[in-house]
Structures are given as C-alpha cells and as structure tokens.
C-alpha cells in the first residue's frame, strides 16, 4: 500500500505491500496440482525463505472426518496411536463449519467444501517446524500440512469532501481525465444502497466510533454489549460489531488504519454533511479484524474471519490483504463461503507483476467467488504498482489518492482529522464490494455468477486494461445498474460430486422477476479438458413473476483427473446482450484406497525385532476386504502380518501390523520389501525396509583432573566412545554426562553437559575432552562423575547394557561464595544533612561459587574507621545473583539524614549487611572509604 497527502493530505514514507507467491491458475485442480501429503513439506522448504510464517503452528487436514475431540486431538498429533511422530503438540482446535442460511435461488443446501477436518495446532516452542511438518505429512491419516503464512494489509452528496474523491465522480479535481472514474453519481440516482446488506471488512478492524462509519456500523441484532455471555449462541462473547481474531477479543477496534481507510470507502454514510461518502450510502459494515496493529496476521485467523463473517449474515466480504504460500485451508474456507453464496472480493497485489506468472494469494485462488480487483489512476491507466493478469484479474477500479476515513489515534495510518489519501489496490478493492452491495441491494436473486458477471460486464474498457485483466475494464456501477433484467439465472446444487466417466445434472432455473415476459436464450462457456454439457432447453419463457427450469446434463471422461471442473452458463436476452452468468461446480472424485507404512525404515541388530504399522485409507468413499501379505527379503528373517484381513470402510481407515524378526546369523545389510494388499478388483503395494546391523557403544574411558569443583564452575572431562560392533552407526548420537550419589550412572542422574557424536566406524573409538558445569543449585557433598553413550537413544545397538561408565575417583561439590567490597568511594568531602550525595562501590564474590540468592549492598555513615551496621545506614540496594570470581559496580545517590550531627563521618559499605547470603567468610563484608566526609 502507497499512502499519500497533498497540501491537506502530505505524503508520508511508508509503503506496506502484497507479498506475491506462486500457485495455480487454471480453472480446474487435477491431481498433480493439488498438494499431497508428501508434496507439503518440499512445498514449504521451497517457499520459507521468501515466506513468513508462524512459528510453531501448523495447518493440518485429516483425510477423513475425525471423530477426534480438542483434547485428545493432541495426543493424537503427538503420536499416540497410528505412529509415534516425536514432536510436542501444545494444542489442536477444529476450525468451525461455515453454515448455509442463505436462501437465494441456486444456493445448496448442503456445504460441500467442508472445513470439518482442518485443525490448527500449535507446537512447543523451539520445534523445528520444517521437521514437524515432514513426520505429520508422512503420516497415512493426513491429507494436507501447511504452514501458518503470514499475510498483510495491501493498502453528489452534500459531503464536503466528496469533490476530493475523482474515483467516484472525476471532473478532472486531481488533473487526471475526465469521467475516469466509476460513475456514483449516476448510480446513486437510481440507489443508493440498503442496510439489508452487510459487508464484512476482514483486515485490521474499524472505528466503528468513527463519525463517518458509525451509522452504518453492523451490530449484532442477538448480542448484548458488555455482560460476558454469548447471548447468540454463536460462540463469540460480546460481538457487537464484529470480532478481533488477531487478539483474541470481542473489540474489533483499528489500531492500524487501513481496515477503516476500507471502510469508508465502501460504505461511509452519504449525504450526512460529514467528511467522504462511501460507494454505497447505507450498507452495513461488519468488522472482522485478523491484522494486527503492524498491519500482519496469519492465514489461521483469517479462515477464522471468513468462518464467522459468513455465519453472521453477511453477503460480499473485502478483503485487501495477502501474501504468504499457496494454503489448501483458505481455499477450502473459500469454496465454503461460495457455496454459502457469499462473494469474496480481493485485491490483486501492488508488486506491478503478471498473476498468471507467479500468482499471489488470495486473488489468484480460482474459485466461482473470487473476484480480484487491479488499481487505475484518474488517467484511467493501470496504477503502476498495480499488479494484473489476463486470466486472474477481474477488473480495475480506482486505486490511487483515495481519500478515506481513518482512525484519530497514533497509529499507522491514524490521521488527527480523522481524513486521509493512501494508495493501493486495498483502495481498489472496495470500490467493487460497494457496488456488489448495491446492486444486490437492487437485484436480490443474482447468483454470485450473476454478480460477477453484472461487475465485469458493465466496465468501461480502457486501453491500460485490455489484455492483462479478464474483463479488460474499470469498475462502472451505473452500468451496473443501468440494465436492470426482468430475469435471474440460477443453478442448484451449487456443486455435484460424480465419478469419472460418470454422468450428473443440475436444474437450472430462468425466473421472472418483473411483470413482463420475454424469450432468454442460455448457452455454455468453454469447457475444461475431460468434461461435455448440454442443456434440455436453450430457449426459455418464464411466466410474468414465475420461473421455468431446464436440465444441465454434464459428463465426464473415464480417464478425467480428480479435482474441481466448472461450467460457466451464460444467459442472453433478446436484446442479444448477456446481462447474467452462473457457474456449475463439479467435483470428480476418484474411489481407491491409499496405502502407507510407518515408518518407512526400521533398524535392528542381529536377532533383534520390530513393527510396522500399515495404514489403508479410502478415498472418496471406496470401501472392500483387503488380503494383506508380504514376503521376506532374507531366509533368516521371519515377517508375520497381523491381522491377514482388513475391513476397509467407506472414507475410514484400516491398520495391519508386520512384524519382522532377525536371528543371530541375519547379515548386517540394508533389506527392502514389499507389503501387498489385494481384492477382487484391486492389488495396491508399497515397499518398506530394514536396516540390520550391529552396533555396540561403550564408553572405554572417563576422567577428570579435578578432585573438587564448586558449585557453578566448569570443569573438564575427558571421555572415550568405542563402537565395538561390526558395523559403523547409522546415526549421530549424543554423549551425556552425569553426577550421582553412587557408582551406578543412569540418565535419572543429574545431567551436567552434553556431546554430539558423528558417526563411528566398526571398532573405532573417538576421545574428546567436554566442558561441563556442576549446578548452582546443587547440594554440596561426594558425588561421581560419569558418562552415557546415546543417552538419548538414538542408535539402535546390539548391546545397550554397556553404555555407561563412571570415574574411578569421586568428586567432593562445594561451596564457596565470599562476598567482598572491593571499594567504595565518594567525589564529595562535604555534605550537607538532608542533602544527597553520590557513591560508587564495587561488590565482588571472590568465592567460586555463585550467589543463590539475592543479597542487599549498605551504605553507612560511621564516626570511626571501622564500618558495622551498627552505623547510621544511608541507602542499601539489592544485588541479583553474582557467579563466582564476578563483580559488579554502581553508582548510587544516598540522603544523609537531616538530624545528623554535624561532624566528621566515614562513608562505608557492607556486601550482605541483612545475612540473606551464606558465605565462607563472613567478616570481611565491609570497606571504609579512604578520604572522610564532612557533614554539616
């Protein structure tokens, strides 16, 4: 986002942008183009260095409906059951479903882009999320593994400052062209706008106080503002306005700007002789914050938003923010909101580059909702930062020195007249979702189809557009409104599964909305590759104020990808114009059973066992018994499979466990084989394998040069790793070192340091000498020292009962700490009583032992040499812990007291003056400075 002010409005430095990232843009999601679990995580190391994401949180979809709970979803996600993963699963929330109250013509009932199986979990902090994302991608029970991107803000009424806005009416105010501009003045000749309709602004939030705004703010028709219950039922406490996603509240206040900028763009109340005019005069706004106050949020919340926006009634949603990886998880939230009959108006980017190139999220989602909005200037051009796309970019709409409404405060875009110009297609964007409001507000019963194609149809086409946009025009809304057909087009489902080769209808429906009749003629866009359609009837008569249907027939090819296909229906009428559209959404599912083995790669030694878990999925609803074998890939390997038969329910899963078990004579030797699981009609396999080999750690050698140590000192220890097996490790591993209380080390010890251990040939040894550190804290006494070889268990061994190994002489633990002052001195020789004076001193443990506690420095005053605190203390201040041999000096201001008697006194310092520190030496606590004080 450019942001901008002329003489009223002085340009300020600061530019926020889109981040542009790569995904599809073709009208149909096949196979190879929808992110398996496997593909996941190479899709994110890709993409995380250019990307930013949030730390320690994943977006993960389970291939079938869970029946898991938020509770124990997170023992679930950390291993228990399927597989052991490894990782620390904090939390696990189900995102909610999107629910289908919407009653228009064409509109199912049924959500068919279901959200029920995506969680967002959060992982202890420090998880290494590329590995996280890896072992939950391997797993059989999971379809998609996503990061948690980052995305970010894009930047004739009587209103006295509705002359300023030339993309609403350009009578060349700003030295552009004139009537280069979306034409509001004569659209609100005929409309201006309903408060039926309600527009969700998803982005940083509103002033819903704003003069300007609070008119036309939503308000929750079911809550009662401030008594902490959900009145509505619809799990939000106190959502008056809206919600804030990004702090976890029911205030969805602007602590940035750029939603309010939105905003009063789309609906900043008219003709109320205050500040700017939005598109539509009268619609309602619904702040949905999802951004914080730096302007970025994540693709969690913002699902969150769509969710909430969608079950709370309203019809078009802006959203002028992206950046971030392609996401599975807001694509599916999307479909949803479309099949809710929800329109979802997006901006196209600022990074002035091509969308069909590297396509930039949300705009580049292909979706029958989505329309994308490029930025034009007053010289009706392409705004140069602009990005565009001849098959991704809708349209244009003004987007340069857009004067909007802002929030009073200090923060990003806040101006202190509550006014101000920014630049962007965020600024673009909601030009569009007005005018959507109004003309649903004028024709209720369009499709989303109908909607878009009312938007694109109606633009003026400009030159700077041709070519690089869909429509190859700039937003007109009174041309939008101007045609104004007696006839809406409809198609019901919204959305068909079938099978390939298989064949589905949809009922089409051509109702009369005037009180007169004429002849519509329907016909199909371009098909996708792999699908045909006809219609029963392409000529149809409605009755005066009824409907007539027709029959969508659509087929599909035996060897059609799985995925998403539309079928666009044009309608003309006799007038030769096409003045409606709506889309069919075919969904092709292709029933299998999907077969994985976790994991992949076992390790055991010379007669040692272990197991496989293998894991069958259905795929869209395929269901059959299943033979499960395997062969073994050695003659003295032994493989059972348990159970031989497995249940494979419709979209549910099945598990078979393979054992497999060496004896004393397997070689030690990488084996691969083969799992097969068979019926009547299918044989799928995968392979596996097992590593037998014959590694044996033993530590050979330990000792220190210390007899004793203090508490906190670092010591040396110099230890030596044998690997006494026959082959070499397969693994980096740990050495850990260990105090104890008697002469058995085991890892229930007190760990004092650690090594990394590369690998280890057959029968070679390593020695190193290790810096470690005794405990602060530990108590004091005779302990031993010892070592652990892989005390993390890293390494499968033939032999794990000679890892450890302990010194041969004990370690005394002591400790030793002596806090001294090590000086102490004032630049003054005078001072007056009640006044303060300045006094520097340095305090030193000369122990070797840190603090365990903290402790009080005193200052005194003393009519002698020889400092007690017995003396007249002045000033003290609290010392934190000190480590042994350290010290620390500061300066301090001390009061002399005002009924001191005048005279001669010695400044003085006692370390400790309230014993909270026990130390070896106590008595020389204290310092006298050199130079005496005189105090009058």
């Known amino acids: 986002m450019y942001i901008l002010e002329n003489s009223t409005f002085r340009a300020i430095s600061s530019s926020i942008f889109l981040m542009l990232i790569s995904t599809m843009a073709l009208a149909i999601i096949p196979d190879n183009q929808a992110a398996k679990p496997s593909d996941a995580a190479v899709q994110a190391d890709n993409t995380k260095k250019t990307v930013k994401y949030k730390p320690n949180e994943l977006l993960i979809k389970f291939k079938t409906k869970t029946t898991l709970n938020e509770s124990n979803a997170v023992a679930h996600l950390s291993g228990i059951g399927i597989s052991s993963t490894d990782i620390d699963v904090l939390s696990a929330k189900q995102f909610n479903a999107i629910k289908n109250n919407n009653n228009k013509l064409g509109v199912q009932n049924n959500n068919q882009a279901k959200l029920d199986n995506w969680w967002h979990i959060k992982l202890a902090e420090g998880t290494d999320l590329q590995r996280a994302l890896n072992i939950l991608s391997a797993r059989p029970d999971i379809e998609f593994v996503e990061y948690n991107y980052e995305i970010r803000v894009l930047l004739t009424p009587n209103d006295p400052h509705f002359d300023s806005l030339w993309g609403l009416h350009n009578t060349q105010q700003t030295g552009g062209v004139f009537d280069a501009d979306i034409d509001t003045p004569e659209a609100w ?470 054992s497999a078990s060496t004896d004393a004579t397997t070689p030690s030797q990488l084996y691969t084989f083969t799992v097969t699981a068979a019926d009547a009609q299918h044989t799928r396999s995968i392979d596996a394998q097992l590593h037998v080999f014959d590694v044996d750690l033993a530590m050979t050698a330990l000792s220190t040069p210390s007899t004793d140590a203090n508490t906190g000192e670092t010591i040396t220890v110099s230890s030596t790793i044998t690997n006494q097996g026959t082959t070499e490790t397969t693994s980096t591993f740990y050495i850990g070192y260990y105090l104890s209380s008697d002469v058995t080390i085991t890892t229930a010890d007190t760990r004092i340091g650690s090594r990394y251990i590369y690998n280890i040939s057959e029968g070679a040894s390593f020695t190193r000498t290790t810096a470690v550190t005794i405990p602060a804290n530990l108590a004091v006494g005779t302990y031993y020292l010892g070592a652990i070889a892989d005390y993390t268990d890293r390494q499968v061994e033939s032999n794990e009962d000679n890892n450890a190994r302990v010194a041969t002489s004990p370690l005394q633990v002591i400790k030793d700490v002596d806090l001294v002052i090590s000086s102490v001195s004032t630049p003054d020789s005078q001072a007056y009583s009640g006044a303060a004076i300045g006094v520097t001193y340095t305090i030193h443990n000369a122990g070797g032992s840190p603090t365990d506690s903290g402790s009080w420095v005193g200052i005194y005053l003393s009519s002698d040499a020889t400092i007690t605190t017995a003396d007249t203390r002045i000033r003290s201040r609290y010392i934190y812990n000190i480590p042994g041999g350290s010290s620390y000096t500061r300066t301090i201001a001390a009061t002399i007291p005002a009924n001191l008697t005048v005279g001669t006194y010695y400044l003085g310092a006692i370390a400790d003056d309230t014993d909270l520190q026990t130390e070896s030496n106590e008595d020389n606590n204290g310092l006298t400075a050199t130079i005496p004080l005189s105090i009058d």
């Not at 109320?272 to 919340?301: C, H, P, R, T």
């Not at 569009?432 to 109908?450: E, K, T």
């Not at 066992?609 to 062969?631: I, M, P, Q, R």
Request: charged fraction near 10%; hydrophobic fraction near 35%.
């Open 189 to 658: 000749d005929s409309n201006t706008g309903d408060a039926n309709i309600i527009i969700a602004v998803i982005d940083t939030g509103v002033d819903y106080g704003h003069e300007d705004l609070a008119g036309n703010m939503w308000t929750n028709p079911g809550e009662i503002a401030g008594n902490l219950i959900d009145d509505d039922g619809n799990g939000y406490i106190d959502d008056v306005h809206g919600y804030d996603f990004s702090n976890t509240d029911s205030d969805p206040f602007d602590d940035h700007g750029h939603g309010t900028h939105v905003s009063g763009t789309i609906a900043g109340v008219g003709n109320n002789g205050i500040g700017v005019v939005g598109v539509n005069w009268n619609a309602q706004i619904m702040a949905v914050k999802f951004l914080g106050a730096g302007g970025g949020g994540y693709v969690s919340d913002a699902i969150d938003g769509i969710i909430y926006a969608v079950n709370n009634g309203a019809k078009i949603l802006n959203n002028s923010w992206g950046g971030g990886g392609f996401s599975q998880a807001l694509l599916d939230a999307i479909y949803a909101a479309n099949n809710a009959g929800v329109l979802f108006v997006t901006a196209a980017g600022n990074s002035s580059r091509n969308n069909d190139i590297r396509p930039y999220y949300p705009s580049s989602y292909v979706a029958p909702n989505v329309i994308s909005v490029a930025a034009t200037d007053h010289n009706d051009q392409r705004a140069g930062f602009s990005s565009y796309g001849a098959t991704t970019v809708h349209l244009g709409a003004p987007g340069v020195g857009t004067l909007s409404t802002v929030p009073t405060g200090s923060c990003s875009m806040c101006s202190s007249g509550g006014y101000r110009a920014a630049s962007g297609t965020s600024m673009a964007a909601p030009h569009v979702a007005g005018a959507a409001a109004l003309i649903l507000d004028r024709m209720p019963l369009l499709s989303i189809g109908g909607l878009k194609s009312q938007l694109m149809d109606s633009t003026d086409q400009i030159p700077a557009l041709s070519g690089i946009t869909i429509s190859g025009g700039r937003l007109n809304i009174a041309a939008a409104l101007a045609y104004n057909p007696n006839f809406s087009v409809t198609v019901a489902p919204l959305s068909q599964s079938v099978l390939p080769g298989e064949t589905t209808t949809y009922t089409v429906t051509v109702t009369s909305l005037g009180d007169t009749t004429e002849q519509v003629t329907l016909s199909l866009d371009s098909l996708d590759i792999g699908i045909s359609a006809n219609l029963a009837d392409t000529l149809l008569t409605p009755p005066v104020g009824g409907s007539i249907t027709t029959t969508l027939t659509v087929t599909t090819t035996p060897d059609i990808a799985r995925g998403y296909f539309f079928v666009k229906i044009l309608t003309v009428d006799d007038t030769d114009q096409v003045f409606s559209s709506t889309t069919a959404t075919l969904k092709v599912l292709r029933p299998d059973v999907d077969i994985s083995i976790s994991p992949s790669k076992q390790e055991v030694g010379p007669g040692g066992s272990t197991t496989y878990d293998v894991v069958f999925t259905s795929l869209d609803g395929f269901s059959s018994t299943l033979t499960v074998s395997t062969v073994s890939p050695h003659p003295s390997i032994s493989m059972n499979v348990s159970p031989t038969q497995v249940i494979l329910p419709a979209d549910g899963t099945a598990v078979a466990t393979i």
